[in-house]
Structures are given as structure tokens and as C-alpha cells.
């Protein structure tokens, strides 16, 4: 099946900074990402949806500007969490569809990258 | 809007017993479903799906019939082992648009030897 990687797997770092994830598609292209953010023991939430080329589209209740996603190109897609406080430390989750998979709606995932903000 | 609903709780059983975790889906229009695995510190793994009525899903001995009679799409093993402990997670496509997967709670499952 199509394979997407995230980068870096952890990341630790101080209250205040910014830390920048990296989500690729590895053998196709990918218009749609989406990013989801999952907290210990719960299930997968919806963050945004990253469209290549364009502004990303947000779900309710989800800071754009604290959690800025860029598409520049079809194969990557990168959620920067800005100004990082501990309230963020998550486990950041991305997925992207493979065009051949779209009838179907299969996402492929991500390892996933887990933060933790000090 | 559409929405998957997993039974409640964690899931204990022991090596070689069989294993049955609930998941019922409300929808317009006809998704296709999904069954994803999570293993510890991981991202999901597509376990197995089905994009139609009466289409049943496997993968690794799990299996999962899509039943639109009463819009569920349970998972089922025979005889589980250590290494099927994980959270198992149900989700449906709507097909529409970006595809947005729509997820379950999950269920957390430990295979005791």
C-alpha cells in the first residue's frame, strides 16, 4: 500500500517554542493531507484539512494560527505548533489519500509524531 | 452527520480465545468502513475494510462483514495472540469530497499468554 512518513517520530522542547512536523507521502501523490492530534487513550481528533496550494481548512475549535499548516508541494505537508505550551503535548497523527484509493476513501497514515512541550 | 459508535471499554482475554469488538455507523448515502489497528507508540494500520453491502472485509485472521440491515461492521478473530494487543479502531468514508474519515473511540485489547 501507498506509505507516508511523519518527521521526527518525538520532539521535546521548551515552553514558547516552535516546533515544525513533516508529513510526506513516499510513493504518490497527495493533493489532501489531513492532520489529527490524539490524546492518551482517546481516539483520533480531526485538526485540519491540508489541500496542496492552498489554505488549509480548519475544524472547529482548532487555533490556525497557533497550528499553521503549509502544502507547498504534493508530496509534503508540514503542521508547525507555534509558541508551544504543555497543554499541546499530544501525539500528532497525518494521513493523506492515495488518488487510486479515492473510490474507496482509504487514508494512509502516518507514524505518527509525539511532542512533548516542557 | 455521519458517525461510528464502538462498544465501551478495554477489552482482556486470554491467548487462542476469540475476540469480537462491537462498531455500528450512522450515514447518509453508503460509506465504505474501515477497521485501523494502532500498536503502541504507532501510527494506524488499515486492518481491513469493505465499500459494500455484504462485503466482508480480512486481513491476518480478523474479519469484518459490512452489514447495512443494521449498520454495523464488526470485528471478529478466532483465536487471538499477544501480538494482536492493540487499540482497534472503526471508521467510515463517506466518499464525499476529501474523503474525511469518521472514527470510532477505539478499543483497547490485551491478549494475556
Known amino acids: 500500500g501507498a506509505v507516508v512518513s511523519q518527521h521526527p517520530s518525538w520532539v521535546i522542547c521548551k515552553s514558547g517554542t516552535s516546533v515544525k512536523i513533516e508529513c510526506r507521502s513516499l510513493?504518490?501523490?497527495?493533493?489532501?493531507m489531513f492532520w489529527y492530534r490524539q490524546f492518551p487513550k482517546q481516539s483520533l481528533m480531526l485538526m485540519a484539512t491540508s489541500n496542496e496550494g492552498s489554505k488549509a481548512t480548519y475544524e472547529q475549535g482548532v487555533e490556525k494560527d497557533k497550528f499553521l499548516i503549509n502544502h507547498a508541494s504534493l508530496t509534503l505537508s508540514t503542521l508547525t505548533v507555534t509558541s508551544a505550551h504543555p497543554e499541546d503535548s499530544s501525539f500528532y497523527i497525518c494521513?493523506?489519500?492515495?488518488?487510486?484509493?479515492?473510490?474507496?476513501?482509504?487514508?494512509?497514515f502516518g507514524e505518527g509524531s509525539r511532542l512533548t512541550v516542557l | 452527520g455521519d458517525s461510528v459508535t464502538q462498544m465501551e471499554g478495554p477489552v482482556t482475554l486470554s491467548e487462542e480465545a476469540f475476540l469480537t469488538i462491537n462498531c455500528t455507523y450512522t450515514?447518509?448515502?453508503?460509506?465504505?468502513l474501515f477497521w485501523y489497528v494502532q500498536y503502541p507508540g504507532e501510527g494506524l494500520q488499515l486492518l481491513l475494510k469493505?465499500?459494500?453491502?455484504?462485503d466482508k472485509g480480512s486481513n491476518k485472521g480478523f474479519e469484518a462483514t459490512y452489514r447495512k440491515e443494521t449498520t454495523s461492521f464488526h470485528l471478529e478473530k478466532g483465536s487471538v495472540q499477544v501480538s494482536d494487543s492493540a487499540v482497534y479502531f472503526c471508521?467510515?468514508?463517506?466518499?464525499?469530497?476529501?474523503?474525511?474519515?469518521?472514527f470510532g473511540k477505539g478499543n483497547q485489547v490485551v491478549v494475556i499468554p
Open positions: 469493505a465499500t459494500k453491502a455484504d
Open positions: 450515514a447518509t448515502g453508503y460509506p465504505s
Open positions: 471508521a467510515l468514508s463517506d466518499r464525499r469530497g476529501n474523503n474525511r474519515l469518521a
Open positions: 510513493d504518490f501523490q497527495a493533493t489532501t
Open positions: 494521513s493523506a489519500r492515495d488518488p487510486a484509493g479515492a473510490v474507496t476513501g482509504e487514508l494512509f
